[in-house]
């Protein structure tokens, strides 16, 4: 099974749904990625303004924010390689990725 690593952008919790204003796409996310937590996948969200070393550690990552800047955030690694920068991936993207049916969620 594949392991599923999104690097968020600095926010102001884990999940960015916190506030008055929760953002719709961070909604989904978070719902998929416990969803497919649930099902044994491993996934792990990273959040720049918590965990900056690890945004450090990781090479790819690292090397790839150097190159493009925090614009390229979110960034999303598929087995340790870049699979979607500057966006989420979408709810078909991780179905895809990780062969758990997905097709009950948002669809984004």
């Known amino acids: 099974m594949k392991k599923i690593e999104i690097f968020d952008p600095a926010m102001c919790c884990p999940t960015g749904l916190c506030g008055t204003n929760?953002?719709?796409?961070?909604?989904?996310?978070?719902?998929?990625?416990?969803?497919?937590?649930?099902?044994?996948?491993i996934v792990t969200r990273h959040n720049l303004r918590d965990e900056p070393q690890v945004y450090v550690s990781n090479k790819t990552v690292n090397e790839y924010l150097q190159k493009n800047g925090a614009e390229a955030l979110p960034i999303t690694l598929v087995d340790g390689?870049?699979?979607?920068?500057?966006?989420?991936?979408?709810?078909?993207?991780?179905?895809?990725?990780?062969?758990?049916?997905l097709d009950l969620m948002p669809a984004k």
């Open 22 to 41: 929760i953002n719709p796409e961070l909604m989904r996310v978070a719902v998929v990625v416990e969803t497919l937590k649930r099902q044994g996948v």
């Open 81 to 101: 390689e870049i699979a979607v920068s500057k966006v989420y991936p979408t709810t078909k993207q991780m179905s895809e990725w990780t062969g758990v049916n």
